[in-house]
């Protein structure tokens, strides 16, 4: 990959996107993850405003600290690059308390982690209108046209996806041309939607290599037949995540009513 010209078609395609929608510059949440860092870094090399949110709900500190580390590295940078903390738990906790109660809390939670997305999509909304900024996107390529590995309407929700073309390797590629913390590079990827330490391996059952290496397989036309052992059971993998997330990967479908149904009189 040519990555600095990679970056550079990413900032200008920023700016350009910046400058027909009449904005400012742009709002990310950053987690302290790969692809917030990424994003948060490309938008502030447009010159043009980025707030930064650290959004913490029930996160470890490790993944906190990495996030502000990194937006004190970007503000030494870029002069037009600002914070603002929220700590969204005691929402979170308030909203839980106003749920119904389940049977089964374990039924739940991936409910509940998703719930986590979506106040924090809500509250970049709220600081972009406030600030006449465009939410940037954080999704990979893998994660918003792969797996769907996303959450809709939650870091699904957003203006503009600037790394939605680079594979996770290749974002990885691009951090190290930016420069990002090592700590960050080298911490394993998480959504950070729940309240341990799971990983997106852990989640998905395979890597981001593996899975890129499926979706390769998937656009070739393979199918599960071609491959035996660990390459079978990722392909697997891959295709049941593809199939099961294609209405998050796929506009929302919507009911046409026939002309004769409407023009009836």
Not at 58 to 86: C, F, G, M, P, T
Not at 157 to 164: C, E, F, K, N, Y
Not at 191 to 202: N, V, Y
């Amino acid at each position: 990959m040519q990555t600095e010209k990679v970056v550079d078609h990413i900032v200008d395609w920023l700016k350009n996107y910046a400058s027909q929608a009449g904005v400012e510059g742009f709002v990310v949440g950053v987690s302290g993850g790969i692809d917030s860092a990424v994003t948060s870094t490309l938008c502030a090399k447009t010159g043009l405003k980025v707030l930064c949110l650290e959004m913490p709900i029930h996160q470890s500190e490790s993944q906190v600290n990495r996030a502000l580390n990194h937006i004190d590295w970007l503000k030494s940078q870029y002069s037009q690059v600002h914070i603002v903390q929220i700590n969204l738990t005691p929402v979170f906790d308030s909203l839980i308390a106003a749920l119904p109660k389940v049977h089964k809390e374990e039924e739940r939670f991936m409910s509940l982690a998703n719930t986590r997305a979506r106040l924090r999509m809500t509250t970049l909304y709220y600081f972009a209108a406030l600030n006449k900024l465009l939410v940037a996107g954080t999704g990979n390529k893998v994660e918003d046209f792969g797996v769907g590995f996303f959450t809709k309407y939650g870091d699904g929700g957003v203006d503009l996806s600037p790394i939605a073309d680079l594979l996770k390797t290749e974002v990885y590629e691009v951090a190290n041309y930016l420069g990002i913390h090592k700590d960050i590079i080298d911490a394993p990827p998480t959504d950070g939607l729940w309240g341990d330490d799971r990983t997106d391996e852990d989640q998905i059952g395979a890597s981001y290599p593996e899975l890129e290496w499926a979706m390769q397989m998937d656009k070739e036309n393979k199918t599960s037949t071609d491959f035996i052992g660990r390459e079978q059971e990722v392909f697997k993998i891959y295709k049941r995540l593809n199939i099961a997330n294609k209405h998050k990967m796929d506009p929302i479908p919507v009911c046409t009513i026939p002309k004769e149904l409407i023009n009836s009189l």
